[in-house]
């Protein structure tokens, strides 16, 4: 019967998993330099290119508001003359009245369309400054659009400059990452990713360092450190989280051996005493 691989990554020896973990986290670490080196630039350049993007719509919708008072103005001027019009019309019809209540009637005609002239004409006066105050905000956001444009420019240059450097080199640590990952079980990728996520550096994975966690520096009493070096089982620091493992999982690891000091001679004198 063919085993899945969610049942062959269980079958994977402990030391196994906790090599395949150290590894993903030094692939991670190298990944996480890299974006390092690259900074604050891909978000100072998503920034900008909203701010870009932001003020070209609002440039484009005041061209259209000021398209929309060119029209509003145009109908007024219209309204005005039919408004002349008719004044002309009703004055021309209290010439031929036969009585006062019809020269009345043709007189308030007549004030009304002189009402309508004058709020036309202050409409239109209205809308002129509009245009006047629009045109002048679309100027001057236009300079600043420039200079946008500008630093938006020179940011990606450096940015292009950057992941041209180090774009090789990250696609090949991304594909050994994920070679690392495909080793280790759902659960314990999971729980790696939650630490990683968590810990400020990124390090969810870090080696026993003079007798302490590598990632928090409290001490781990001397029975822990036994269990983590005979790689039994998943180990956590009780005090930040992070997976623990033997320095010797490291394949640049020397294993230092403290040198014995010479015991003290006993003088002649001492030896002396004693007799």
Avoid: W
Wanted: charged share 40%.
């Amino acid at each position: 019967m063919t085993k899945s691989k969610a049942d062959e990554k269980a079958d994977i020896s402990v030391e196994e998993k906790l090599k395949a973990l150290y590894d993903l986290q030094q692939i991670d670490s190298k990944i996480d330099k890299i974006k390092i080196v690259r900074g604050e630039l891909p978000l100072e350049v998503r920034d900008l290119e909203d701010a870009v993007t932001g003020m070209e719509v609002r440039m484009n919708n005041m061209q259209e508001e000021i398209a929309e008072l060119e029209t509003f103005i145009t109908d007024r001027k219209n309204s005005i003359k039919e408004s002349q019009s008719a004044i002309k019309k009703y004055e021309s019809q209290q010439n031929k009245v036969r009585n006062n209540r019809e020269y009345d009637s043709l007189s308030k005609e007549v004030e009304y369309q002189n009402l309508e002239i004058q709020l036309s004409e202050k409409k239109i006066k209205e809308a002129k400054a509009n245009i006047v105050s629009k045109n002048e905000l679309i100027e001057t956001s236009s300079e600043e659009l420039k200079g946008r444009k500008k630093d938006l420019k020179i940011k990606k240059e450096e940015l292009d400059d950057i992941i041209a450097e180090t774009q090789k080199e990250e696609e090949v640590l991304l594909k050994k990452s994920k070679s690392s990952q495909d080793k280790i079980e759902d659960r314990l990728l999971n729980a790696y990713h939650r630490i990683r996520s968590n810990a400020r550096n990124g390090l969810a994975v870090v080696t026993v360092q003079r007798d302490a966690c590598g990632g928090c520096f409290n001490k781990i009493p001397p029975q822990r450190q036994l269990d983590i070096r005979m790689h039994k089982k998943i180990i956590v620091c009780e005090h930040c989280g992070r997976i623990l493992v033997d320095a010797s999982l490291d394949p640049n690891y020397v294993e230092v051996i403290p040198e014995e000091k010479p015991k003290a001679r006993k003088t002649k004198a001492k030896a002396k005493e004693k007799v």
